[in-house]
C-alpha cells in the first residue's frame, strides 16, 4: 500500500498546476501524457507508456479528436469565457444559457461522427458543470466558500486547456447496504485523514471513461448519502499523476486486434474508447482542492443535476448512430443491394430513430433552466427521455447494419490470410462483390459495423448507452418522479366530468 | 347544382368582411356560427342549426376552447402582431422567430390537456404561416402582388379574430392519374372561371378538419402540380358560407351517443373533433383573396413546408397523451391497483412514449430555419420524425391505458341501465370497486379512456394520428430525402480507413 | 329481490332438462332462445325479446355459426364423443389426446375467419374440459362423486347439443380483501342456503361472454379460496332461463349503429359479440348439477387449467386477424395502392405477427399433457406465451390495418348520407378511387376495419384480447412461475465454468 | 491450381468410405479428424493440425457435444434408422413424420444449453433431409437412379456416424447477374469436367458452419437456376479432406482470447462456432455420389424445402436462449438485486421472447407435411415465423442480459490483471459484489454474457440469428409468397357485405 505522504509533500496548488503547460492542441495533448510515471495495469502487465500503447492509444486519439475540433470548427467546440475573457474549449465551458447546451450537444454529435466512438470528454464537462451550481449552494447553506475555490480550478483549467475526468462510481459491493456500512469502508471513497494543508481520501472509481487519459480526476460522491455518512461526501481534484493511484484498465472485446500488426480488421484502427477502475489509496488532495466535505445533503442534488446534464450528453451517440447509418448505406451500395426498397426503409428506419434520439437530447437543452449559480441545466424530464431512449435505439439501429451487412461481416478471414500468398488470391478471387469495389474496401466497412456492433466500440455504441450516465431503470425512476400524475389525473377528471365537470356542467 | 352567381354578386372583399364582427371570445365565437344558412348534411338530413346538434356541438366546444385560453394563459396563448400592433390569438400569429413555434407547441399540447380531442384550428394556422412565405416566393419570382394581398388578409382575420380551416386534401380519384389526368376533373379541386372580379374554382376538399366550424376557408393544392395541371394550382379564401358550398359531416366512431340524452357514455361530452367533406360548386374568389393562380411550381414547396409546420403541430397528441396518462392512474387508482410495480412501470411507459413524441415536436421548433419571408419554418427532419413517432405511441399508450381499465371498460352497461330502478341498483351493488369511490366515477373514468381508445376521441387520439399531415409513408419519404447518405458514407468510410484514411494512414 | 324458491319449486335435473329439445342446427339454436322470458336489460330498457333485438342478433348470429360449421366441416367442427357413441359439437367435445385440442384451435381460427368477432362458445368448452378433470381429482381426494355427476349432465349436454356458458369472473369489489373478507359478502358468487334438494346460490358473473345466448351457465371460482371462504368454493350448472337471473347487457362501441336501419355502417352487420353482467339472487341448484361445494383448495388448481386451455383458445383472434389482412389487402386494392412496395411490407408484417400467434396456440395444443381423469391440457407456458402475445400482436395488426385504410376510414359520412337525393350523388361523385370499384364496396370495407378497429368488434378483436382469461400480468406471473430459473442458471453457470466446469477443466 | 487427378485417382465410393471408421462417441469423433492434412488457412499461417488449434478446437467440442447427448440421452438423440435397421444419432435421421422434427427441435435447444453456442450440425442434417425427397423427384420427373444413390450414400452414413456438412452459399459476385452470368464461372460453384467415373466441380462455399469439422461435404445449389446455369445445377458429396479442398478459416468477434492462456476472459472458454469458406478446386466426386447433375428445375424446390426445414431449425437458439435467461438470472443474483420487480419482470419478457420463437419452431415440426418420397417436411409459413422471429428477438434478449449485467461487463480488467500480484488483490478487494460471491464467479457470469452478447457467441446467437438460413427479407418473402391474401379477403368481402352477402343480405 501506499506510503503515507510525508508533510512536506503535500502540495500546494501552485506546485499542482505547475506540472502542466497550456496545452495548444491534440498533438501537445498526447505529449502532456508522457512520462507521467503513472502506475498502469493492461494485461497483467504494468504499461511503462501509455501513450505509445497500441491499445490505450486509440482512447488517446478519441480525446485528441476534442483538440482537433476546437481547431477546426470553434464555432462549435470553443466558447468564450467570461471567467478569463478568452475563448476556451468548449468542454471547459460552463453553461450559462440554452444556448450553451445546444452546442455542446451539437459538438458531441459532430465528435461522435468523426471518432466513431466514446471520445471519453463528456462526463468531465458535465462535472464541471454541476460543480458551479452546488459550490454555489452549499455556500449559501453553509457560509463556505468552495464557488471561490472552484472559480479559481476553472480558471487554470481554462487557462492551461486540460482534460477533467469524473471519478463518481464507486464500487458499492453490497448493494443492500450504505456506504458506512459495508464490511470495507473502502468500497465507497472517503476522507481517512485531514491535515492543515488538505485531506486524504482512499477507494476506488469504476468504470472510469478515461481516466487514465485526464490530466485532473474530479471524486464525488456517486449516490445520495445520510449523515453517517459524512465521510463519504466528498469532493476534490486530484491531478491524474497523483501519488497513491493505481489504474487498472478495462478490457474490451477484440481489444487485442490492436496488438495484431495491421489495421482492417480493428475495424476502426484510430480511435477507441477507455474504462478504467482507478485505484486511490491515500491520496492527498489540499484544502483549496477540496469542493465538499462532509456536506452530505447535498449529495443527492449533485447526482441528480449530474445526470440531468449527463444523460442529454448521450445525445453523442447520434454521431455513432450517423455512422452506422452511412455504414449500412455503404456497405449496401458495395452489395449492390442499394436500391432494394426493404434496404432504403430499413436506412430510413435508423435515421428515424436515431434523429429521435437527437431531438430528445437537443430538446432539453433548448429547455433548460437556470440555477441559482447562474448555471443552466437541462430539462430533467427530457434528459432522462433522452437516455431512455438511448438505451433502446442504438441495439436496434446496430441490429439493421448487421442485416444490411449481411452474414459475411462475421465469416470474413483475418487480415493476415487476406496478405497470405496462397490464401489471399482465393480471397480476393472468391470474396469480391461488385466489380468496381475492392475486396478490401468492402472488407473494411464490413469490419466497422462488425467494431461498432460487436467489436471493440460496441462497448461504447451499445453498452455504455444502456448503463452510462445510469442504467434503463435509473431513468424510469427520474420519469416516474416527474411525471406529475395529479395535473394529469385532473386533465382526466375534468373531461370525464367527474368532480369539476359534475358541479359545472352548464356550460 | 349551383348556378353561376351573376357579376352583380360577386362579392368584394369588403363585402365578405362585412359580415364578420370581432370576435371576442368563446361566446361570441359560438354565436358567430349561428344562423349561417350553410348547407350541412349529417345521418341523411340536411341540418338546420349546426350549432345546436348535439353531435356537433362538442366540436365547436373544442374551438371555442382556444379563445378561452386566450383569455385565461394569454401569454401562452397570444402574441403581439407586429402587422396590426395588437394582441392576437396566436392561431392567427405567423411565427418569426423560434421561441414562436415553441410557444405554438405549448399551446397545442395545452389545449389537448384541456379538450382531450383535436381543437381544429392547427391546420389553419399552419395554412397562415405557409403562405407567408409563400406568396412572397412567388411574388419574388413573378413579379406578382399576393404576399401583399396576404398581408391585407392577415390583418383582417387577426382584427375579426376569425377561424381559417384548410382546405388542402383533394379527393384525388384515381391515385395512379395526376389531375389534369382524371376522367372527373373535379376530383381535384381547379378553376373553372374567371372574370373581372375574381375566380371560380369546383371541387372537394375532404377529411376537412373543423370545416364547418371555420369562417374562413383556405384552399389550396394537395400535391405537387406540372404545367398542364396549372388550372389546379389555385390558392384562395373563401367564407365558410359562400355560395355553393356544401359540407357532408363525417361520422365518428360513438357519435351518436351524443344523441342519447345521457353525458357519462360519451366519455368526454363536451369536447369532441369534425371532419367534414366540403364541395365546392362553382365557388367564387374575388381577385383580392386569390394567392396563386397557376404558379404550379410553388406547389410542391408549399406542401412541403406545409408539412414542416404541420407535423410538428401534432405535438398536440402529447396533450391528449396527459389526458391518457391521467385517465390510467386514475382508473388504476380507482381500483386500487396503483401501487402494483407493474402498474407503476406502464404509468412510467406512456410518459416516456408521451415525452418522446413531446421532444421532437418541440425541438423542430427550437432548430426552426427563417425563410425569405421573414417567417421562421420548423425544422424539416426532426418535424418528420415528430410525426411519425406520432403515427406509432399514441397507440401503444392506448394499449396500456386500456391495459390499466381492465375488462369493465367494455362489458359496462349503458348509462340508462344505471339510471334504471331496477337494474340501476343492481349494477351500483355489483360494480363497486374501492368503496370510497363512487360507481359513477370509476364508470366516467372508463367511459373517457373507451371514449379516447375506441369512441368518438379515438379519431383524434388514434386514426388522425396516423394519417393527419400524412399517412406514416409520407414521413419516411420525406427522412429519405433528408437523410443526407453521402455525408454519413463518408464518416464511415474515414473511420473505416476508406481512401481517406487508406492514404493518411501515417498519423 | 327474488323470493325464495318454494320446496316443491326445486328443479330436478330430470326437470330442468326436459326444457331443451335437442338442436339440430343454426334454427334451432335461434329458436332455443325465444320465449325464455328472461330478465335481461339493454339501454335502460327491459328486453323483452332478446333474439329479435337488433343490437342482441349479432352477437347469436355468431354463436349459430358454431352449429353451421359442424355442419359444413364436420371433420373439423364435430368430434365423436365416446360418452354417447356418437359426433358431437366439438366445442361440447372434451379433449382426450393432443390433436383435439389441435382441431378445436383449427376450428376457432375458422370462426374467428367466418365470424370476425368473438362467437362466445370457447369459455364453455373450457371450462368442461376442466371440469373433466377436476370432478375428477377432488373425488380422489375426498371420496365424493362429482366426476359421475359431471359426466351424467355432459352426456346430456352433447344429447341436446346445448350451449354452455362460463360463469366465472366475480365482481371481485375491494381487490385487497379476500372474497369473506368484503363488506358485502355478494361480491363474490357464495352459496346462501343448501336444502335436501339442492343448493342456493346469491352474486353475480362480470363480463359473462355471450351469457344471455347460453342454455346453460357453469358459475364456479374466479381465484384461490381460503378455508375461509368455504361456501364461495362452489360450481354448479344453472339453466340460462333460471328463476332469479337477471342479465344486464354490456355496451359497446358503436352498438346502436344496429338500430340506424342500414347495414353498412355496422361493418360486420351480421356478427358481433356479447359480454354480459349476470346477477344470481337466491339461484337453485340440484344436487346433481352441484360439482364442487366447499373443496376451496382446489380453485386454485381449477382457474389454473382453466386458463391453461384458455389462454391457448385466443388463437381464435387469429381469425379475425385473417379478416384483418384480407381487409387490409382488399382496400389497398381498391385505393389502387397494392403494389407499393410498403404496403405489401405491412401485409407480411400484419401475417408474420398473427401467424406467430398461431404458432404458439397450436403449439401448447400439439405440446399437451394427460391429466389424471383421462383429459389433456394445454402447455402451461406455451398457452400463456400465446395468450401474451394476443395482448399485443393485435394491436399491431389493427395500426397497420388503419393505417392501409387511410384517413377516410375515419371521416367517412353516414350510411343515409349515401342514400340521400342531394348528399349522396356528391359522395358517389368525390369517394371514388379506382373507376371499377364502386364506392359502395370502398365503404364497406372500409367500415369493416373501423368496426374491427374502433368499433363494436374491436371489443373482440382488441380490448377482449387484452383482458380475455386474464389480463397481461396474469400471463407473466404464470410465465414468472414455469420459467425455472435454477435449471437455466445451472446452464450458465456450467458454461462459465462455475463449479461444474472449474472442477473439470482437464477436457 | 490444383492438378486435374489423373484418372486412376479418381477414387471410387468404396475407396472413400474405406477411409471411415464408424465413430462411437464424442472422442473417436474427434480423433477423427485428426491427421487429416486438409490445407487451412486461420491467421495469415496455415494450421498443421486444427483438432489441437486453441481457436478452433471448442467448435469441435461443440459438435462432439452431438455424440455425448447421443449417449446420454438417446431418446431425445437417436432413433431408429429404417435404413440399416438401428439406432442412429438423429442428425443422420431423415424424418419420416412430425415427432421426428419435434425431437429434433427438442434436442436442438437441449444443444444450445449445453453448449452455448452454434454446434454446426444442424444444415448437414436438413440437407440429407431435403436430398430424400429432391432425389426423389428427380427420379419420378426424368428416370434417374439419384434415390438409389442417395439411400446408399445414407445408410453408410449412418453405419460410420460421420458429420454431413452444407455446402449451399455460393460466393455470388455481383448479385445483378445469374451464375453464368458473372464475370468468373467460378463465383458459383460448378462442374468442369465429366468423366467416366465421375465429375469435377470448381467455385467455393461460403460462410460454410462446420465445415472443416465435417467428414463430408454436400455441395448444392444456393439458388434458382435457369437452363442457362445446367452446369451449376450440381449435387454431390466431398469428402472433407478431398484434393483440392482449401479452408480458410472464418475470424469471429474475441477469437483469440483462446490464444491467450486463461479460461475466464473468453466467457465460454469449451465451446465455439465455426464458420469457413470451402474453396474447391478441381474437386473430384464419383457418379455415385452426385445426386444431380444438370436438373436445374429442380434447384428452386431444393433451396425451399431445405429452407423450411432449415429456419425451424434456428430453435436451437431457444437453447442459447435460455442461458442467457440463466446468465441474466445469476448475475442479478450475484449483484443481489434478483428480487427487484423490474429484474424479474425483464427476466419474464426474456423467457416469455424465448419461448415465442421455440413455439413457432416446434409448431412448425407438429404441422408437418408428407412428401412423395415419404420425408416429412415442416409447415413452410410457421418455419419463416420462426426464423423471422429469431432475427429480432435474440437481440432483445441480449440486450436486457446486458441491462442486468450492468456497465461492469464491459469494464471488467483482464484475467491476467486479476492474477498479478498487485492488481489482483486491488481488483478482489473492490470488485466484490455480496460477500458470499466469489468475485472469480461473478467475473465468470460477466464474461459468459459478453461471449454471446459481443463475443465469440455472439456471432452465433445474434448475427447468425440473424442471416443464416436466410437474411430477414428472405423469410418476408416466403411469407409473402404463402399468406395467400385472396382467400382472406374473401373473408373481408364476406362479412363486410361485399358481393356474397350483398345478394344474400336476407338472412
Redesign the interface.
Known amino acids: 500500500m501506499n506510503a503515507i505522504l510525508p508533510p512536506d509533500r503535500e502540495e500546494s496548488t501552485a506546485e499542482r498546476w505547475a506540472r502542466f503547460r497550456p496545452i495548444d492542441g491534440a498533438e501537445a495533448y498526447v505529449d502532456s501524457l508522457r512520462g507521467r510515471a503513472v502506475t498502469v495495469?493492461?494485461?497483467?502487465?504494468?504499461v511503462a507508456e501509455p501513450v505509445d500503447h497500441p491499445v490505450i492509444r486509440p482512447s488517446i486519439n478519441a480525446l485528441a479528436a476534442t483538440y482537433d475540433l476546437a481547431r477546426d470548427e470553434p464555432a462549435l467546440a470553443t466558447a468564450h469565457s467570461p471567467l478569463i475573457d478568452a475563448p476556451v474549449n468548449r468542454f471547459l465551458h460552463i453553461p450559462t444559457c440554452p444556448e450553451d447546451l445546444?452546442l455542446k450537444n451539437r459538438m458531441q454529435r459532430r465528435l461522435g461522427?468523426?471518432?466513431?466512438t466514446c471520445f471519453q470528454r463528456c462526463a468531465g464537462l458535465d462535472t464541471i458543470s454541476v460543480l458551479h451550481s452546488i459550490t454555489y449552494d452549499i455556500d449559501e447553506a453553509h457560509g463556505t466558500r468552495y464557488h471561490e475555490r472552484y472559480l479559481a480550478f476553472l480558471k487554470e483549467a481554462q487557462r492551461h486547456n486540460v482534460i477533467i475526468g469524473a471519478g463518481m462510481t464507486d464500487?458499492k459491493?453490497?448493494?443492500?447496504r450504505r456506504p458506512h456500512e459495508q464490511?470495507?469502508p473502502?468500497?465507497f471513497l472517503h476522507v481517512t485523514r485531514r491535515t492543515e494543508r488538505g485531506l486524504y481520501v482512499t477507494g476506488?472509481k469504476?468504470?472510469m471513461t478515461g481516466g487514465l487519459n485526464s490530466h485532473w480526476i474530479c471524486v464525488m460522491p456517486t449516490m445520495n448519502l445520510s449523515e453517517a455518512d459524512r465521510d463519504y461526501a466528498v469532493v476534490g481534484l486530484v491531478p491524474g499523476d497523483a501519488p497513491g493511484l493505481?489504474y487498472?484498465?478495462?478490457?474490451?472485446?477484440?481489444d487485442?486486434?490492436a496488438l495484431?500488426g495491421g489495421?482492417?480488421?480493428q475495424?476502426?484502427?484510430?480511435?477507441g474508447g477507455q474504462?478504467?477502475?482507478v485505484?486511490f489509496d491515500e491520496v492527498f488532495i489540499p484544502w483549496e482542492h477540496v469542493l465538499m466535505d462532509g456536506e452530505y445533503e447535498f449529495a443527492q442534488a449533485m447526482v441528480s443535476r449530474f445526470t440531468a446534464y449527463h444523460r442529454a450528453s448521450y445525445v453523442c451517440k447520434t454521431g455513432l448512430g450517423?455512422?452506422?447509418?452511412?455504414?449500412a448505406?455503404?456497405i449496401a451500395?458495395y452489395?449492390?443491394?442499394d436500391k432494394?426498397?426493404?434496404i432504403?426503409?430499413k436506412?430510413?428506419e435508423m435515421?428515424?430513430l436515431n434523429?429521435?434520439i437527437?431531438?430528445?437530447g437537443?430538446?432539453?437543452s433548448?429547455?433548460a433552466k437556470p440555477l441559482a449559480s447562474g448555471a443552466w441545466i437541462n430539462d430533467e424530464?427530457?434528459s432522462n427521455?433522452?437516455k431512455?431512449?438511448v438505451?433502446?435505439f442504438p441495439?436496434?439501429i446496430a441490429?439493421f447494419a448487421?442485416?444490411l451487412a449481411?452474414?459475411?461481416?462475421?465469416?470474413?478471414?483475418?487480415?493476415?490470410?487476406f496478405?497470405?500468398e496462397?490464401?489471399g488470391p482465393?480471397?480476393a478471387?472468391?470474396?469480391?462483390?461488385?466489380?468496381d469495389i475492392p475486396v478490401e474496401?468492402r472488407t473494411?466497412?464490413l469490419?466497422?459495423i462488425?467494431n461498432m456492433t460487436?467489436?471493440r466500440n460496441?462497448?461504447g455504441y451499445?453498452?455504455?448507452s444502456?448503463?452510462?450516465a445510469g442504467?434503463?431503470?435509473a431513468q424510469?425512476i427520474q420519469?416516474?418522479r416527474g411525471?406529475d400524475?395529479p395535473?394529469?389525473?385532473?386533465?382526466?377528471?375534468r373531461?370525464?366530468?367527474?368532480d369539476v365537470?359534475a358541479t359545472d356542467?352548464g356550460?
Chains 1, 2, 3, 4 share one sequence.
Open positions: 495495469y493492461l494485461f497483467g502487465e504494468r445546444v461522427q468523426l471518432t466513431g464500487p459491493g453490497d448493494r443492500s464490511d470495507d473502502d468500497l476506488a469504476a468504470h493505481t487498472i484498465y478495462g478490457r474490451q472485446s477484440c487485442t486486434r495484431e489495421e482492417i480488421d475495424g476502426n484502427a484510430h480511435y474504462e478504467t477502475l485505484v450517423d455512422v452506422m447509418v452511412g455504414a448505406a455503404a451500395e452489395n449492390g443491394a432494394a426498397s426493404h432504403r426503409d436506412l430510413v435515421t428515424h434523429e429521435t437527437f431531438s430528445s437537443i430538446a432539453s433548448h429547455e424530464m427530457l427521455v433522452c431512455h431512449n438505451t433502446r441495439y436496434e441490429r448487421q442485416d449481411g452474414g459475411l461481416m462475421v465469416t470474413l478471414p483475418s487480415e493476415a490470410d496478405k497470405h496462397e490464401a482465393l480471397l478471387k472468391y470474396l469480391r462483390g461488385r466489380s474496401t473494411r466497412m469490419r466497422l462488425e460487436l467489436g460496441a462497448v451499445l453498452t455504455e444502456l448503463h452510462g442504467s434503463p431503470q424510469r420519469i416516474l411525471m400524475l395535473r394529469k389525473k385532473a386533465y382526466a377528471e373531461l370525464a366530468g367527474i365537470i356542467a356550460d
